[in-house]
């Protein structure tokens, strides 16, 4: 969408700082244009849930940079265990929601593939990208 001549996504990880994903606030159009940022997977789980983002695609989307940030949250120590809480938690925000389930474990997939917590990391902020591409 272009608002004020620039183009916009729905989602994306903010310039300058990938540990930020920012969401265009559904809630608010077409009233007003306002951008969320969202640091946690707690603060994705909410948007989800408070409809902040709304449509199939955009939830798997959210869905998939929510795991993202979990992974960024999560300690090296337990972290497979920490992501399948998140996983669980985002899953539990919209339980009939095809797209969010499908991202859940699309994202699980992906960071099965790494060897260490950093390669997962590395791996989630990728596929979460891909999904939302």
């Known amino acids: ?5 620039q183009a916009y996504r729905t989602i994306w990880l903010k310039a300058g700082d990938e540990r ?7 809630q608010r159009l077409p009233h007003a244009f ?7 997977a707690d603060d994705m789980c909410r948007a989800i849930r408070d409809m902040t983002v709304r449509g199939a695609g955009l939830i798997g989307a959210a869905a998939a940079f929510g795991m993202y940030l979990a992974s ?5 120590s ?12 985002l899953q539990a925000t919209r339980p009939t929601a095809a797209n969010l389930a499908w991202a859940v474990a699309r994202m699980h997939a992906a960071m099965a593939m ?5 390669d997962k990391r590395t791996l ?3 596929e979460a990208q891909a999904i939302a591409d």
């Open 1 to 5: 969408m272009k608002v004020g001549g």
């Open 20 to 26: 930020v994903v920012q969401v265009i606030d559904q």
């Open 34 to 40: 306002e951008v969320q940022d969202l640091r946690t």
């Open 72 to 76: 960024l949250q999560a300690h090296d």
């Open 78 to 89: 337990g972290f497979d265990d920490a992501m399948t809480r998140a996983g669980a938690a």
């Open 114 to 118: 790494g060897r260490t917590p950093e």
């Open 124 to 126: 989630a902020r990728r």
